[in-house]
């Protein structure tokens, strides 16, 4: 099947460390980093109104104002609408010092079409390349999931549906942290892409059994978020945003320990092996700052020896049938 709009890579910028996720960032610190995405050459960036409620959309979208629109993609998400609260607390969501919103899950058509008006308030642009919708699935242990799910099937799936059709948008897709959503979707709607954090990693390959061939059979592309795994993979003790589980921190230091033997950066190899896929269009590592920003571009084109992989494969530490860069 022909394949669909992808957004320009091989690397990208994820924008919600520029929501101050987890601890506060400086304005001329998250500038910075946005400068040095864009004098590397790096033209795809993701945002959310989620991120900071609203500072991320207000902070990428200062600096994407002063460029030419067509040389750079955009995507942000729907699902989850801010409403203006002066009393609303100053850490919502993992965010610390956000701006003054809170935020109300809906997935209808309506606020899905609210969404991004809005977005394109906060950003100060006129487009936006890719809308996503934001973690209707987020709880897929819980009961509730399906029924939030089934909402943005009948609501945001449409509605977005619609405006690619009419040439508002150039693709839409679903930004999840779990890939049962995503090939629910596939049978239900049409969609362009997903942005899945975290569930195509080295340590996570839990997308490469199903998703991969069901997007490469439909023609649709992965954008890989949390290719660290929102820092195990870099050198932290956080797996999925939460401390990381003794099983993962052993399997984090094997893979360690053979990048040590032979050379190899274990962050390089982390994104590199996320991008090997044919059907990944794109890696979005977050960064905080303008030296984070280029050493993930340097890893990324850092050499990695071929045997390498097949030491990993032998080691029992990629799957066998995990695609590889080179």
Not at 144 to 172: H, N, Q, Y
Request: glycine share 10%; net charge neutral; hydrophobic share 45%.
């Amino acid at each position: 099947m022909m394949s669909r709009w992808r957004p320009p890579g091989p690397l990208g910028l994820g924008g919600a460390p520029l929501g101050n996720l987890f601890a506060p960032i400086a304005e001329e610190e998250a500038e910075a980093a946005i400068e040095a995405a864009w004098a590397a050459g790096i033209r795809t960036f993701d945002t959310a109104p989620l991120y900071g409620l609203g500072l991320s959309e207000h902070r990428l979208g200062r600096m994407l104002r002063r460029r030419p629109r067509a040389e750079f993609a955009l995507s942000t998400k729907v699902g989850r609408l801010l409403e203006p609260d002066q009393a609303a607390p100053r850490e919502q969501h993992g965010y610390v010092g956000g701006l003054p919103f809170r935020v109300r899950f809906d997935y209808s058509a309506a606020a899905t079409l609210r969404s991004i008006e809005h977005s394109l308030a906060r950003l100060g642009l006129a487009r936006i390349d890719t809308v996503l919708i934001h973690d209707p699935a987020e709880d897929t242990h819980g009961p509730a999931w399906r029924d939030r799910f089934a909402e943005a099937m009948a609501g945001a799936a449409p509605a977005l549906t619609r405006l690619r059709e009419e040439g508002v948008i150039r693709a839409w897709g679903l930004g999840v942290n779990s890939v049962e959503p995503c090939l629910l979707a596939l049978e239900q709607a049409d969609p362009d892409l997903f942005l899945i954090a975290g569930r195509y990693s080295l340590l996570d390959q839990g997308a490469l059994a199903r998703l991969l061939p069901a997007c490469a059979a439909r023609g649709a592309s992965l954008i890989i978020g949390g290719p660290y795994n929102s820092g195990l993979l870099a050198g932290g003790g956080t797996f999925d945003y939460v401390p990381a589980a003794a099983w993962l921190v052993a399997r984090r230091d094997r893979l360690a320990a053979l990048c040590a033997e032979w050379g190899v950066s274990l962050k390089a190899a982390a994104l590199q092996f996320c991008a090997a896929p044919e059907v990944v269009a794109c890696v979005i590592p977050g960064a905080r700052s303008a030296a984070e920003v280029t050493e993930n571009v340097r890893l990324m084109a850092q050499p990695i020896p071929p045997g390498f992989w097949a030491a990993l494969r032998e080691a029992g530490l990629i799957h066998a049938e995990a695609p590889v860069p080179g």
